[in-house]
């Protein structure tokens, strides 16, 4: 399900121009639950997405100027979410090295599918949950992909890798949490 659309009216984008601090915090208020959502996608751990929240923030305060009025104001604060998360995301995995992701691409292949209707007996905290054990590769194309609706050509550009990485990607994330929705539907078997 889709996340709800905020709308942000001009005035209160005005006031925030202006460094009304009561209008920033309202602005907080109608964003962050959603941008939150966002930042948790990405990020390994809920701490590292409120930080990335922070700082999609003081991306966003310090920027007004820069929106235009294309589109509506939560799809650019959305984008600024998505850049920020991937920016932690790579800090993260700087400060804490882990298994390659060619080893992980490896360990997805040939992987069973499972039927589609498992998705449909999870409650969403339960996928929330599934999608954050998918490697970070996966789980980064997966949500800019689906969520966010960017092409295989725009992920390629955001993240630096070739359209062709960028379907591959997808195509073993779905694979891989097809597996493991198999794996929760069977009894005493743990992902």
């Known amino acids: 399900m889709p996340p709800s659309i905020v709308t942000v009216d001009e005035a ?18 109608k964003l962050s639950y959603n941008l939150m959502g966002v930042c948790l996608r990405y990020c390994p751990n809920r701490a590292e997405a409120e930080d990335a929240l922070q700082n999609t923030f003081v991306k966003i305060f310090t920027r007004l100027d820069q929106y235009r009025g294309q589109g509506p104001f939560e799809g650019w604060a959305r984008r600024i979410a998505v850049t920020t998360s991937l920016h932690a995301v790579e800090q993260y995995r700087l400060r804490h090295p882990g298994p390659s992701g060619d080893a992980l691409d490896e360990l997805a292949e ?11 007996q999870l409650a969403a905290d339960d996928l929330v949950a599934l999608l954050a054990t998918l490697p ?16 295989h050509q725009e992920i390629g550009e955001l993240l630096g890798i070739a359209e062709g990485t960028s379907k591959s990607q997808l195509a073993r994330a779905r694979r891989l949490l097809e597996t493991r929705l198999a794996a929760l539907k069977t009894p005493n078997c743990h992902v």
């Open 136 to 151: 970070p590769g996966y789980r980064t194309v997966l949500n800019l992909y689906a969520v966010e609706g960017y092409s």
């Open 12 to 29: 209160l984008l005005a006031a925030c121009r202006r460094g009304e601090s009561a209008a920033q915090y309202q602005l907080y208020k």
């Open 110 to 120: 040939g992987l069973p599918t499972a039927e589609p209707s498992a998705v449909d």
